[in-house]
C-alpha cells in the first residue's frame, strides 16, 4: 500500500489556509465558515461504505485502516470497473481483485454497512440491499469532517462531490476513477490531492475555493477538465499531467502553479486568470489552442522550452515581473499583442529572473507584439528566428524612455527588431527603432567612440529630423551673413576696397553660396567679391561650406526618409 504523502494537517496544510494574493488582501486566521444547509456525510451511504471499518479522524492518515476500506471497496466493485480501466489500475501498481470477489464481498459488506450506518446515524437504512454502483456515486452537498480518502480505490462510473465542505483533506492518489467527477462548488479547507491518479470521464471543479494544496502530479485526464472561476489559495501542482480533452482554467485565481513537462492534446484556455505568485510551464506541450488572453501575472511565468503545436494567444495579458519563452517551439500563429511586460532585463545583476526573454525561440508562423508595451526594458531575442512576418508597435509609449537593462542588450534588440521591419519593407518603424539603437550606441565606450552618435543624434535625430538640419544651416547662414555684412558695409576694419551697393543683400547672398557651392552661384555672381575677401573672411567662407556638407546629408537622409525614397 501507498505511503501517507499528506501528512499531519497543521504542520502541512494548515500553514497554506486563507492564503489570498489580491492587491488589498492579506493572510488571515480565521477558519471558512461551514455552510448551513449540507448534511453530514455519515448520512450518505456511499461515504459509509468507503469507510466501513472507520473514518480517518485523526490529522494524519491511518494508513492499515485505509487498506481495510480500500481493499473491501475494491472487492465490491470489481465487477462495476471496465478492463481498460482495470488495466490501467495495475499500471498504477493497485492490486486488482478478480470480478469474482464481487459476490463474496457483497454479503460482507451488507452486513457491516447495516451495523455502522446504524451506529453513525442512530437509525436504520432504509433500502432494502447496498445502492446500486450503476447509478454513480452521489456524494454532493455533504460535510465531511474527516479526511476523505480514496487513495488506491477503483471508483466505477461518475462521482458527483457537488458543492460539499471538507474541514481536512481529500486524499484520492493512485486512484482510478472509471466515469466523470463533478467537483463544482466545493470548499476544501486543507489539500486536495489526486497524484498519479486516472480519470477516465471529465473532470469539473467549477466555482471551487481550494484553500490548501492541489496536487495534480502525473495525472492522467483522458477527457475534459474545467477549473473555471476556481480559487486556489495554495500552490497547484500539474507537473508531468497529461490533459487528454479540452482544459478550461477560465475566470480563476492561483497563487503558484506548477505544470512543468505537462501535456495538454486538446484545446487549453486560462484567459482571464490572476497569478498571485510563480507560474511555471516550462517544456509543456501544447497541442491545440491556447489562450492566456486577458491574464494577469503577478510573479514571473516561465514557458521555458514549451511546444506550441497550434495558435497561441496572449492578448492584452499582463506580466508584472518576469516572462520567459527561451527556447519555445511555436509552429503557429501567436498574438503578444496589447500585452504589458514590466519586467526587467539586466542580465549582469541579480535581477537575471525578472528578465524578458525570448532568446532562442523559434517562431515558424506570424507573431504580432502590435501595441505591446515593454514598459521598463526591452526583450532579449538573441539567436531568435522569426518569420517573415512579425509584428512591433513603433510609438514612444509602448517602449521605456530609461531602463535599468545594460546598454548592449538594449542595443542588440532595437538592431534585431529593425533588421526584421526593414526586411518586411517597413521604413518608418524600422527607423523608429534605428533611432533608439543609435541613442544606445551613443552611450557605450569612451568619449571620443560615443562622440559621433551624438553629434549624429543633436544635428539631425539620427537621420529623421527635417528640422534640426534646417535650423543649423539657418544658423550658419545666419552667422555668416551677419559677418560678411559688417565688412561689406564697413563697420569694422579692415574694410572693403571699394563701395559695394546693398551690402547687407551682397552678404546674404554671399553666406548662402557658401553654403551650397554646388549650384556655383558665388563664382557666377560674386566673383569680385570673393576675390576682395580678407583672409579671415576666406577661412569663414571655406568652414562655411565645409560644415554645410554633413548638415545637407543629414536633410537628404530626413527628406529620403520622409517620403520613402529609394
Known amino acids: 500500500m501507498a505511503q501517507n504523502t499528506l501528512g499531519p494537517a497543521p504542520a502541512r496544510w494548515l500553514g497554506w489556509l486563507h492564503r489570498d494574493f489580491d492587491d488589498e488582501s492579506r493572510l488571515m486566521t480565521d477558519a471558512p465558515e461551514t455552510p448551513e444547509g449540507l448534511r453530514p456525510a455519515n448520512e450518505n451511504p456511499w461515504y459509509v461504505l468507503m469507510t466501513l471499518y ?41 492490486s486488482v481483485p478478480s470480478r469474482e470477489e464481487f459476490h463474496t464481498a457483497r454479503p460482507e459488506a451488507w452486513k457491516l454497512f447495516r451495523e455502522v450506518y446504524r451506529t ?45 465542505f471538507f474541514d481536512k483533506g481529500v486524499v484520492a492518489a493512485s486512484t482510478v476513477f472509471d466515469g466523470g467527477v463533478s467537483f463544482d462548488n466545493v470548499e476544501a479547507v486543507a489539500g486536495v490531492d489526486v497524484n498519479k491518479s486516472y480519470f477516465s470521464g471529465s473532470f469539473s471543479a467549477q466555482n471551487s475555493t481550494f484553500h490548501g494544496l492541489l496536487e495534480f502530479r502525473e495525472t492522467e485526464c483522458c477527457n475534459d477538465v474545467d477549473f473555471s472561476k476556481v480559487l486556489v489559495k495554495g500552490d497547484l501542482f500539474a507537473t508531468h499531467a497529461n490533459f487528454g480533452g479540452i482544459a478550461k482554467f477560465e475566470d480563476s485565481k492561483f497563487s503558484r502553479v506548477y505544470f512543468q513537462r505537462a501535456k495538454f492534446q486538446g484545446d487549453v484556455s486560462f484567459a482571464k486568470v490572476v497569478f498571485g505568485g510563480e507560474a511555471k510551464f516550462q517544456v509543456v506541450e501544447f497541442s491545440g489552442s491556447l489562450d492566456f488572453q486577458l491574464c494577469h501575472f503577478k510573479s514571473n511565468a516561465c514557458f ?120 518586411q519593407g517597413l521604413p518608418e518603424d524600422a527607423h523608429f527603432f534605428f533611432r533608439r539603437e543609435m541613442r544606445f550606441a551613443s552611450q557605450i565606450g569612451s568619449f571620443w567612440q560615443r562622440l559621433p552618435y551624438r553629434l549624429f543624434g543633436w544635428l539631425s535625430d539620427f537621420g529623421y529630423s527635417i528640422q534640426r538640419p534646417l535650423v543649423w ?61 580678407p583672409r579671415w573672411a576666406q577661412v569663414l567662407s571655406g568652414a562655411q561650406t565645409v560644415l554645410s556638407l554633413p548638415l545637407l546629408f543629414f536633410l537628404g537622409l530626413a527628406l529620403r526618409q520622409r517620403f520613402r525614397l529609394r
Not at 66 to 76: F, V
Not at 141 to 158: A, D, K, R, Y
Not at 499 to 516: D, K, Y
Request: aromatic letters at 12%.
Open 473 to 533: 544651416l539657418l544658423c550658419l547662414w545666419a552667422f555668416g551673413g551677419a559677418a560678411f555684412w559688417g565688412y561689406l558695409a564697413s563697420c569694422r576694419v579692415p574694410t572693403p576696397p571699394g563701395v559695394v551697393e546693398r551690402p547687407m543683400g551682397t552678404a546674404m547672398a554671399l553666406s548662402f553660396s557658401n553654403l551650397f557651392p554646388l549650384f556655383g552661384f558665388g563664382r557666377v555672381f560674386l566673383s569680385e567679391v570673393l576675390a576682395g575677401l
Open 304 to 423: 521555458q522550452g514549451g511546444v506550441f503545436n497550434s495558435i497561441a494567444g496572449f492578448r492584452s495579458t499582463q506580466f508584472d515581473d518576469g516572462a520567459w519563452f527561451t527556447t519555445g517551439l511555436f509552429h503557429k500563429r501567436v498574438d503578444f499583442g496589447e500585452a504589458k511586460f514590466y519586467g526587467i532585463t539586466d542580465v549582469s545583476k541579480t535581477n537575471v529572473t525578472r528578465a524578458i526573454r525570448f532568446d532562442g525561440c523559434d517562431f515558424q508562423a506570424p507573431v504580432s507584439f502590435d501595441h505591446a508595451t515593454f514598459s521598463s526594458s526591452y526583450p532579449q531575442l538573441n539567436g531568435t528566428s522569426f518569420p517573415d512576418n512579425v509584428t512591433f508597435s513603433a510609438n514612444d509609449q509602448h517602449w521605456p524612455k530609461h531602463t535599468p537593462q545594460d546598454t548592449a542588450g538594449s542595443k542588440e534588440a532595437c538592431a534585431t527588431i529593425r533588421h526584421l521591419l526593414t526586411q
Open 120 to 164: 453513525r446515524n442512530e437509525c436504520n437504512w432504509q433500502g432494502r440491499a447496498l445502492p446500486q454502483f450503476r447509478t454513480g456515486l452521489a456524494m454532493g452537498e455533504l460535510h465531511f469532517e474527516n479526511t476523505l480518502v480514496m487513495q488506491g480505490m477503483m471508483i466505477p462510473h461518475s462521482i458527483l462531490l457537488d458543492g460539499s
Open 54 to 94: 472507520g473514518e480517518q479522524e485523526g490529522e494524519e492518515v491511518d494508513w492499515e485502516l485505509h487498506e481495510k476500506n480500500s481493499k473491501l471497496w475494491n472487492r465490491l466493485v470489481s465487477n462495476s470497473i471496465g478492463e481498460a480501466v482495470r488495466e490501467k489500475a495495475r499500471e498504477l501498481g493497485l
